[in-house]
């Protein structure tokens, strides 16, 4: 195995597809990084390490992403990373009409703002280090919008691609490529978080009641089936080790008949996704009450 130019930061590194993809790494000889929001998620990303011998090259990293200022002092005191894996990631489930505005800005935060604080971060080093790498890990969300009551998580997402896209021509000239790993479905614990945040909308009240109750019976059924992380894990590997990485990697079977859908005509889209997701006709609205009388 040949010596690695530098280390590797992931960020979201306790679970799901970070913390497959930092052990991974570390068991093909990098350094990883790994941020963590607290000591106990720190503890999970040692032990997994540790189950596989690659403990004396994990060193996790107390962070919140989504604190931009803390991020920008944090990298002070870090080596120059020859390659970010910008894991770090949130769903947000309801009707666009039902989340406020203060949960959007959480989301796009974390999905869409950490990474390109942490990327711009991480630059400088990589001029030093003479080239590297930057790994997105976006979604099919972000290839295509067809998932109901995941308005803002589609958002987050195909920003995300866009900002790819424009970083990936910018910094070619240090040598450093942008490279977008876009999962399909896939069991991190993200989709049971999505339907207990459908649970919070009050959906015995809301008018989108059908859709979230079909909704969350699809998202058991596809928690159930989906393939576990170590797939994409190995993706991300790729993606940093490549001497010739493609600008996207699509992961996951389930991506061919995403893109299928996405593909037809609005109109019939339209259809397909509101007959899946239980959109059915609205009643009419009640008339805004009028203005007491006094008694």
């Known amino acids: 195995m040949s010596e690695r130019p530098g280390p590797v930061l992931v960020t979201g590194a306790n679970s799901g597809i970070g913390l497959a993809a930092a052990v991974r790494l570390a068991g093909r000889g990098w350094r990883v990084w790994g941020t963590v929001r607290s000591e106990e998620k720190a503890e999970r990303l040692c ?13 996790p990293l107390l962070l919140d992403v989504s604190d931009h200022q803390a991020v920008v002092a944090a990298f002070a005191d870090l080596p120059d990373f020859y390659a970010v894996v910008n894991n770090a990631g949130m769903t947000l489930t309801g009707a666009v009409e039902e989340v406020p505005a203060q949960e959007a800005r959480a989301l796009l935060d974390v ?3 950490a990474p390109a604080v942490v990327s711009a971060c991480a630059l400088p080093g990589m001029r030093r280090l003479g080239g590297g790498r930057i790994v997105m890990v976006s979604s099919l969300a972000g290839r295509a919008a067809v998932l109901p ?3 803002w998580y589609h958002a987050s997402k195909f920003g995300l691609e866009a900002l790819s896209d424009v970083l990936r ?3 070619a000239g240090f040598g450093v490529r942008v490279v977008v790993v876009q999962p399909g479905f896939v069991s991190t614990g993200l ?29 058991g059924l596809v928690e159930s089936l989906a393939p576990s992380v170590g797939v994409v ?8 080790e490549s001497r010739r990485p493609r600008r996207r990697y699509v992961v996951g079977v389930e991506s061919l008949p995403v893109r299928g859908v996405a593909s037809l005509p609005d ?15 609205a009643p009419p609205s009640d008339p805004r009450p009028g203005p007491t009388s006094p008694a």
């Open 47 to 59: 032990a997994a390490a540790e189950a596989v011998d690659v403990d004396d090259r994990v060193r």
């Open 111 to 113: 999905n869409l703002v």
């Open 149 to 151: 009551f995941q308005g």
């Open 169 to 171: 021509v910018e910094v």
């Open 191 to 219: 989709l049971g978080k999505s339907e207990q945040q459908a649970d919070t909308r009050d959906p015995a009240s809301s008018r989108y009641a059908p859709g979230y109750a079909r909704v969350a019976r699809l998202t």
């Open 233 to 240: 894990a190995g993706t991300v590997v790729t993606a940093v």
């Open 267 to 281: 109109e019939i889209t339209d259809r397909l996704v509101r007959l899946v997701a239980d959109l059915r006709p």
